[in-house]
């Protein structure tokens, strides 16, 4: 077949309005955010713990939003791991859900599916270097496809511990065979619950005769000496040192 020039241009006219066409009513496709954190517009610190369980076969973009607006945002892989910290504050949790991620605005399409938690979410901080936040498990209901969740809380703990121990103290031994044992702290204790009548032992036992290695001055059961029954050439007992360094750790705790 010929065309002539007039016909050619006007079917040449035709299908680029027809592609231009199809291409406005095609959905348009984004580039897949990465699992994680999008965006946090708080300036905060985010140090409370979120983890979110999906399950497979659809992806999930979820918001926090607060009293100033839309907090944060991230993005998850349906049935794939994902925790995210939080800054301080209280939610409201918001979950798109589809396939075919195309923006921000337009999510996944027009089959996108949103869920909105009924009560909002508190992080905070609770009791003595306790974070508190919590553990979301998403589902999908049998009749209708909608979602819904089941929230727990999670806890991150700080705990300080010595980065060394104390040093050891030396023994120093005194007339009749006895030591003086322990640190000044655990003798101070044991001094007490003597004086108290806290948990006695009975004279002789294995415990009255630990507690009487670990402390002997000031026992009220011993004599009473003076100074000069104890000899100058006794070893001196090095002073405890007073500062400690210590590292804090932070695990999930429940």
């Known amino acids: 077949m010929i065309w002539r020039p007039a016909e050619l241009v006007w079917r040449r006219?035709?299908?680029g309005l027809l592609a231009g066409l199809l291409l406005c009513l095609a959905p348009v496709l984004a580039e897949q955010p990465r699992t994680g954190l999008m965006w946090n517009r708080t300036g905060l610190p985010a140090v409370f713990p979120l983890q979110v369980k999906t399950p497979a076969g659809a992806?999930?973009?979820?918001?926090?939003?607060?009293?100033?607006?839309d907090a944060l945002a991230a993005y998850i892989e349906g049935g794939a791991f994902f925790k995210v910290l939080v800054p301080p504050g209280r939610y409201v949790l918001r979950i798109a859900s589809g396939s075919g991620w195309q923006s921000e605005d337009r999510l996944f399409g027009p089959e996108t599916l949103v869920f909105e938690m009924p009560e909002p979410l508190d992080f905070a901080v609770r009791g003595a270097g306790i974070k508190a936040g919590h553990l979301v498990t998403l589902a999908r209901q049998p009749r209708g496809g909608g979602l819904r969740a089941e929230v727990k809380g999670q806890f991150v703990c700080q705990i300080a511990s010595l980065e060394s121990p104390a040093p050891a103290q030396p023994l120093a031994e005194?007339?009749?065979?006895?030591?003086?044992?322990?640190?000044p702290h655990g003798r101070a204790v044991l001094h007490l619950r003597w004086r108290l009548g806290v948990a006695p032992v009975e004279p002789g036992t294995p415990d009255a005769m630990r507690q009487r290695s670990l402390f002997v001055l000031g026992h009220?059961?011993?004599?009473?000496?003076?100074?000069?029954?104890?000899s100058p050439d006794l070893p001196e007992l090095q002073p405890e040192p007073r500062s400690r360094s210590y590292s804090v750790r932070s695990l999930y705790c429940g």
């Open 13 to 15: 006219l035709a299908a």
């Open 59 to 69: 992806d999930y973009y979820l918001v926090l939003s607060g009293s100033g607006g």
């Open 174 to 183: 005194l007339p009749g065979g006895f030591t003086l044992g322990g640190g």
């Open 220 to 230: 009220p059961n011993l004599p009473r000496q003076g100074p000069e029954a104890f």
